[in-house]
């Protein structure tokens, strides 16, 4: 039999998706009928099982159940609705597409896109062909960053394309000028210690400016610059996932890292700006300060998520919370007197579910970026509040924005109205919403919680100094796992906010994207253990909901 074409025919069928779900029903049975669940062969058959020089029943029952469970796992996906996928009209809206990510591509002088070169983009992403993706015009030597991986498919858990994020905030609403408010108070505050934070001037005009917001309502000192999932404003904004030593086998990893000076500070040139919009690489570097220090400022935090690699925060998580055995007690072999859990269930297993989630999470967050709302990143906005303030363009943005105490905060300390950067390139090029760094956050927290006791209490906790030179211990709130995860969560999503590149709403809606394509991981996974019937996966959502699957 050939699969790949019978799944094909199948699905192009007019009966394909009723086929589909008929065949759910038979794949399932055909799991527990096959003879290799039984378990039953006795020494000698063993050894022909894996010795014999022609296969045996066990042989080909495997391979029967192994091609079940592939089929059974496809059609769970296909039998899943799909999500209307829609943007804001913002597109539509406005001819000359400053509403939306086109970095990198020719611009006039005021930073807006060529119609002709986006439109070549459009096209591309309509047809999929990589010929029209090498015949959209650049600016300059910087290239954009992969659009075609949201075409890439993913056979672990649902495909990219099943998912589907709420709209970006339009151009001219009050939603996105709050958001766009917070960022200028991000790039103001950033060397402030966490733990000033509505002590000192700075952040006390932020909570007063982003009070007048509906969305920034009930911000105060204790959740300024916090996502606020569950348990996240209990104890120091930091987690203590981003202070703690790291067991990394044979050595430990110190998690004291190279900070940048208070002065780096980039883009504050309209000329450099307008450069780096037409895909001219950065003419600045990044300035470090000479002495490396524990994570203290949005500024410290805003660099670890400039170098990292994908999963990087929540692999050191997951080596923390091996070494104090923070396991749930609900796998297989938490109470085993035989057994104990390695390749499944131990280090190994959650390490391998980790990378995946974050793979997984990238493909979907490259498809909403690309695919469906092509958002226009802060610093663009910037540029556009920049040019319409100054007089040389009219943009319809919110009144709210321009008569901001953080836009005229940051004329008076730069002498522009662009939004001061932590990275010499600012944004990366590819459109603003979600964030991947959130979105992979999303999804490694959500792994993380389904393997270890979220209601674990940590023990010896600390708090990094103002000045970064050292850990001071911390006896405050209770501090648990599933808190401090929730908290490492909103640190790696809001830490792009710091530098400049991200909206809250990037961050918010990217973990919950995140969330979703790690349970559906999570949830499939199943179908490979052998343990698979002897296990629940349970977890709290961020919404706070536990779920057991």
Known sequence: ??????????????????????????????????????????????????????????????????????QFAAMIQYSLSIPSQTPNADERLY???IANFSKGLPHNNLGEVDPIAYDRLLTAISSGRHSDYEAIPMGGSVKLANPQAALAYQLEGGDAHTYACPQFHPLSSEQLAGEMVEMYWHALALNVPFSQYGQEPQTAAAINDLKRFRNYSNVNASNLFRVGLPGDTTGPLV????????????????QRYKVPATSNIHMTNYEQWLAIQRGTPASTSTAFDSTTRYMRNAHDMAEWVHKDFTFQAFQ????????????????????????????????????????????????????????VHRSLRPEVLAGRVHNHIRGAANYPLHASLLNSAGVQETFSRYGTYL????????????PSYPSGHATIAGACTTVLKAFFNEAFSLNNNVIASDDGLSLLPYNGANLTVGSELNKLAGNIAIARDYAGVHYRQDAIQGLLLGEKVALNLLSESKLLLNEGNLTTFTLTKFDGQTVNF
């Open 1 to 70: 039999m050939n699969t790949t074409t019978e799944l094909n025919n199948l699905a192009e069928s007019s009966n394909g998706r009723r086929s589909f779900l008929k065949n759910l029903g038979f794949a399932a049975a055909s799991l527990s009928s096959l003879p290799l669940l039984s378990g039953a062969f006795n020494k000698a058959q063993a050894a022909n099982f894996f010795y014999g020089t022609t296969p045996s029943t066990q042989v080909l029952a495997r391979r029967s159940k192994s091609l079940s469970i592939r």
């Open 419 to 430: 939004l001061p950067q932590v990275y010499p390139e600012g944004s990366p090029t590819h």
């Open 239 to 254: 987690s203590q996932f981003l202070w703690r030593d790291v067991p990394c086998g044979p050595f430990t990893l110190q």
């Open 95 to 97: 001819t000359g597409k």
């Open 316 to 371: 050191h998580a997951a080596l923390i919370l091996l070494g104090i055995n923070a396991q749930r007690d609900t796998h297989p072999y938490a109470n085993s007197p035989s057994q104990a859990g390695f390749i499944t269930f131990g280090g190994p297993h959650i390490l391998d579910m980790i990378s995946r989630a974050a793979y997984a999470a990238l493909k979907a967050a490259w498809h909403q970026k690309w695919h």
